[in-house]
């Protein structure tokens, strides 16, 4: 339940400039944030048993938002919270942003959450704003639960999505 937290202690050690990204539930997740990683992305399920609090889309906005502030104090840089249909929340040293998207028929949520984190993660790596890879974020997670079964999302729909994806700083 360790080898996440004992990974990004390495790799701080190896290069202090290096951002770990985690995506792990249960006692992993909770071992990697405390290891201080660039990013942690739960979903509400996760991020319930990382504060050992029952959490889910009724809980208000603003309740998760303190939570996610609460756990960059003692932990990641940044908290990416995918909350499915409704979108996601972002909190970082730069503020606390809201995304959702335009809603669309769902057939798998397969990999959603994935493809938000590889969405997200590739803006950054293009060095766009938080916004903007928020925005690819959601536009690839969208386009992700439009497709069926396990397939992945395709590069002309993520372009589709992209226009529909609202990012605004709260």
Do not use: W
């Not at 984190?117 to 690819?136: I, N, W």
């Not at 069926?148 to 529909?164: F, M, R």
Request: glycine content about 8%.
């Amino acid at each position: 339940s360790d080898i996440y937290a004992s990974l990004i202690e390495m790799a701080k050690k190896s290069n202090p400039k290096l951002q770990v990204v985690v995506d792990a539930d249960g006692d992993a997740l909770k071992f990697a944030s405390e290891a201080r990683p660039f990013l942690i992305k739960p979903n509400l399920h996760e991020l319930s048993r990382l504060v050992g609090r029952s959490l889910d889309a009724s809980t208000p906005e603003p309740e998760l938002i303190t939570i996610m502030q609460r756990l960059r104090r003692n932990g990641p840089e940044a908290v990416l919270l995918s909350l499915g249909a409704p979108g996601a929340l972002y909190v970082s040293a730069r503020g606390v942003f809201r995304a959702q998207a335009k809603r669309h028929k769902v057939r798998s949520t397969v990999g959603a959450g994935d493809s938000l984190l590889a969405g997200f993660v590739t803006g950054l790596a293009r060095h766009q704003s938080e916004m903007d890879a928020l925005r690819l974020g959601i536009a690839c997670a969208t386009a992700t639960v439009m497709q069926a079964g396990t397939h992945l999302a395709q590069v002309a729909d993520i372009q589709k999505c992209l226009k529909y994806v609202i990012v605004r700083k709260v």
